[in-house]
């Protein structure tokens, strides 16, 4: 449930505020603004199903490891204020595609750990995911108004990020363990 509140929760989340980010931190016009979250937002949702065959071929916590380092490092680029719109997008499609391909690799973790309790697990998992996006979109708004500054935010989806890699390296080796 933690790996897919990160994943999905942070696509969420993301795609509910990008507009306002991008509007408030690069002045672009709300027009515009909605059209880089829409593009990124629709990169991140056609790639879950390659994040599941990802997750297929080379496994879900391999493929987990890798994806929310990824995430981690993108999102504390991010965190640093990037000064232009034209380093931040690609930073941000980078990250939104790593959340996506996260949101495939995890349904692939279970049946694979859970085969006889999959259908409530997926509802447990997709509830969590829900409740994730709240988290993000909180978080940045917090900050913000806070230190007037988005990055604190940034940088604690970053950190949360880098929580699940290492969540994922140590519930594999205890699976691996009672295997």
């Known amino acids: ?16 505020f990008l507009t306002i980010y991008f509007n408030d931190q690069y002045n672009l016009s709300p027009a515009v603004a909605g059209a880089c979250t829409a593009f990124v937002v629709f ?14 071929r080379v496994g ?23 000064p232009t719109i034209y380093l931040a997008f690609p930073a941000f499609f980078l990250g939104m595609l ?27 998992v997709g509830m969590a995911g829900g409740v994730g996006g709240f988290y993000l979109a909180l978080s940045l708004g917090e ?15 970053a950190g949360i990020c880098l929580t699940a890699c290492l969540c994922v390296v140590l519930c594999h080796r205890r699976w691996m363990e009672a295997a």
């Open 43 to 56: 990169v991140g949702s056609f790639v879950r199903p390659v994040g599941g065959a990802f997750a297929d």
């Open 143 to 157: 900050a913000r108004q806070i230190v007037n500054s988005y990055g604190p935010g940034f940088l604690a989806f």
């Open 1 to 16: 449930m933690f790996f897919y509140s990160v994943t999905f929760g942070g696509f969420v989340g993301l795609a509910s």
């Open 60 to 82: 879900g916590t391999k493929a987990l490891t890798v994806l929310y380092a990824t995430a981690a490092v993108c999102f504390g680029i991010i965190a640093l204020g990037l």
């Open 98 to 124: 790593t959340l996506g391909l996260g949101n495939g690799a995890v349904f692939q973790l279970v049946p694979a750990r859970f085969p006889r309790q999959v259908g409530i697990l997926t509802g447990l």
